[in-house]
C-alpha cells in the first residue's frame, strides 16, 4: 500500500512563501507522474504542478513563475515552492502520484493566504 504524507501547509501573508513536502513510502522513480493538486472550499481538486519520473514539469497557469515543482529521489520526497502567495491560494493542496493506472493522494495540507 502506497502512502503519500503531506507536510508544510499552514497560514501565511499575502507575498509570503512555504515550502509543501510530500514523503512517498517508496521510490518516487516508481511513479510515472507526481504532482500537486488544490482544492479551494466549495469547489473542484485541480492540478497545480506535476512532474514526471523523467524529470518534465508542467504547472497550472495561475501558479507559473511563482511556484517550482522538485523533488530529492534519495528522501522519496516531493516538494512545492511557493513563493508570492496570494488569498486565491487558500486551498487544501494534496499531493497525488501516479503508478501505471492506478492514482493515489495523501491526506492533503491546508494553505490559507490571508490579504
Known amino acids: 500500500q502506497v502512502q503519500l504524507v503531506e507536510s508544510g501547509g499552514g497560514l501565511v501573508q499575502a507575498g509570503g512563501s512555504l515550502r509543501l513536502s510530500c514523503s512517498a513510502s517508496?521510490?518516487?522513480?516508481?511513479?510515472?507522474?507526481m504532482g500537486w493538486y488544490r482544492q479551494p472550499p466549495g469547489k473542484q481538486r485541480d492540478l497545480v504542478a506535476a512532474?514526471?519520473?523523467?524529470?518534465?514539469?508542467n504547472y497550472a497557469d495561475s501558479v507559473k513563475g511563482r511556484f517550482t515543482i522538485s523533488r530529492d529521489s534519495a528522501k522519496n520526497t516531493v516538494y512545492l515552492q511557493m513563493n508570492s502567495l496570494k488569498p486565491e491560494d487558500t486551498a487544501v493542496y494534496y499531493c497525488?502520484?501516479?503508478?501505471?493506472?492506478?492514482?493515489?493522494w495523501g491526506q492533503g495540507t491546508q494553505v490559507t493566504v490571508s490579504s
Open positions: 512532474i514526471t519520473s523523467g524529470g518534465s514539469t
Open positions: 497525488n502520484a501516479v503508478s501505471y493506472s492506478t492514482s493515489y
Open positions: 517508496r521510490s518516487i522513480f516508481s511513479f510515472s507522474r
